[in-house]
């Protein structure tokens, strides 16, 4: 097993196409060692040079609505009248923090969503 940094995206590309060729390997095997490091090397190249912050706290309440099949007046419990939840989702008004804790513990999206917009 020869193992390399990563420390570009061919470098990363060359991991990738390792890594498939010992995905599957059985547990306990040399070739599932190689799969533990080279996905331990990917993981941390990608969080450093890609990394993925939160959703926007609109999008992710669109998302939220998408996946449960919900509309504008399905919101008004957590946000207010059909003309606040309008001002939201048009990004005219920002969530008040009671409107975020409504949101986290109805509908179940993350704080670290819908804090973004407070």
Do not use: C, W
Request: aromatic residues 6%; glycine residues 4%.
């Amino acid at each position: 097993m020869i193992i390399k940094p990563i420390r570009s995206d061919d470098d990363l590309r060359a991991a990738f196409k390792q890594l498939e060729l010992v995905f599957q390997a059985p547990a306990g095997s040399e070739q599932a060692d190689e799969r533990e490091v080279l996905v331990t090397l990917i993981e941390a190249y990608e969080q450093k040079h890609y990394p993925i912050g939160p959703a926007d706290p609109v999008e992710a309440i669109k998302f939220r609505m998408e996946q449960q099949n919900l509309t504008s007046k399905d919101l008004e419990p957590y946000i207010g009248s059909s003309g606040r939840v309008s001002e939201v989702l048009n990004r005219k008004r920002h969530l008040s923090l009671q409107m975020v804790k409504k949101l986290h513990a109805g509908l179940r999206i993350p704080y670290e969503s819908l804090l973004a917009a407070v």
